[in-house]
């Protein structure tokens, strides 16, 4: 998903119930869960393999489903949608947002065929991710 800088670049929902989660918004918003594999959401993902839960509207992808029980260190963290604006320089804008009020609250890391993404908190308190998107370029054969 290529996006420009300052737009809305993806939306995830983190949640400690993934399964009660996609049974809710298959409902009421009519979406397809797909478990996608890991750095490929294009395809489902191989038994045992690293996967990713998504969202379809029909064949498009339009938000992820994270499961934050997998994670250390979010036991007080409330279930949440999260959005992730699009940044050209990952690194520069966390730099930026520092400087001008804000702070890193997940410093900037990489995930493979994803980008590079960070989770900040601006100066009124308000929490927001944002990425490099990878432009991934097919192989030469």
């Known amino acids: 998903m290529k996006s ?16 009660g989660a996609r049974e809710f918004y298959s ?12 750095g490929d959401v294009t395809r489902p993902a191989q038994p045992a393999e690293p996967n990713y ?8 992808p ?16 409330p279930a949440h949608w999260l959005t992730y604006l699009a940044v050209d320089d990952v690194d520069e804008s966390c730099r930026q947002i520092t ?17 590079g993404i960070a989770v900040i908190q601006d100066p009124t308190g308000a929490v927001v991710g944002i990425g490099t998107p990878a432009h991934c370029e097919p192989e030469a054969s």
């Open 62 to 77: 339009i938000c992820g489903a994270f499961d934050m029980s997998t994670l250390e260190g979010l036991d007080n963290v």
């Open 53 to 60: 839960k998504v969202f379809l509207m029909g064949e498009k």
């Open 4 to 19: 420009k800088h300052g737009e809305v670049w993806w939306t995830e929902l983190n949640t400690r119930d993934p399964e």
């Open 27 to 38: 409902k009421v918003m009519g979406w397809t869960p797909f478990v996608a594999a890991m």
């Open 99 to 115: 400087a001008s009020g804000g702070k890193a609250m997940q410093k900037p890391f990489d995930v493979a065929m994803v980008g």
